[in-house]
């Protein structure tokens, strides 16, 4: 081949292969939209300030970011909601909750192991677990963070699109997921805590305190809060024995 056609052989072919990387670059990155009619939702209203034992204490403010992480806020997340309630025994729970409906950003959801320790606590406990619901068993981070005398035991989980997920590397490849689908999720961060040295007891509170808000919320809030996918599962795991004792009779 002579140099003329073989250099127009090789332009070509590297122009053949910048579009196709440029129609794939295209195609593998979300583009902005609309909120979706489910992500049109208010989060103030959506939370009840009453429900089972469980009152709203307005003298009791939970952890608050500092005005340079609060302006970080503001850029990843649409709404946030702050409140701390009271049952009659006097127990107090801190519940936190921000909602970003575009999360295909560098989505981290403020996370506490980063909000706490940037506000001078120690992280003394981290670990997983499951919050078993009647909706639904809930993947939550369970976390210790002390400040001088503060100790504070807290539960968090998160939501990406329709499902509830780890924070870490289930939450990056859920992500990754929907980057190349072309799809922007939405995500939220629930943040439940207490003071006391007792996290065991410190967790149980937290626990009734997140069973008493979920069956308070109407089913299409309370997908809201832990994944329409998390409550499709329980759903469908609850049907399961009906069935089959359906299949035995016949």
Sequence with gaps: ?????????????????MAATSALTGALTPT??????????SLEQMIPQRFGAWTVDPGVVPLQPDPEQQGVLAKIYDQTLSRTYIDPHGQRVMLSIAYGGDQSRALQLHLPEVCYVAQGFELVEDSDDLLPTRHGRLPVK????????????????????????????????RRLAYGLSGEIPDGMLVRVSTIGSDRHAAWRVQDRFVADLLAALAPGDRAHLIGADTVAVAADAAATPARAAGRMHH
């Design 1 to 17: 081949m002579k140099p003329a056609r073989r250099h127009l052989a090789v332009s070509i072919v590297l122009g053949l292969a």
């Design 32 to 41: 902005p939209r609309a909120p979706l009619p489910h992500e049109r939702f």
């Design 142 to 173: 369970r976390l210790v963070a002390r400040l001088s005398e503060r100790n504070e035991p807290i539960t968090y989980w998160i939501t990406i699109g329709d499902k509830a997920t780890k924070a870490g590397i289930q939450q990056k490849l």
